[in-house]
């Protein structure tokens, strides 16, 4: 559900020239390291599990519903600018009209 969320939102920014990646996965849900015993903050006990998904902690719902945007120590102040007005455009898109949104023209810094 969130996965979805996120690759739509992912696709519209990247319709208007903006690289998006997704976050990484956690790392005990990668198969070298679904054998260690995991604890949630529950205290319930984790281990071997068979579909890591199975329960979902808080850095699983982070893996599903997040992205990257370009960041740099030198990005220019334009580029700054021009990516956080239209991540803001998409969101506010999202938040007004739902899934799907309407298209828009991207904006460009002045």
Known sequence: QHADKRDFLCSEIESRGIETRPFFYPVHTMPPYRQYRMVLADGTVLTDQRDPYSFQTVAE???????????????????VTFILKNIKEVLEMYLRDGVPCKIVRPVFPE
């Open 61 to 79: 719902r982070f893996a599903a519903a997040g992205f990257n945007i370009p960041t740099t120590v030198d990005l220019p102040e334009a580029d």
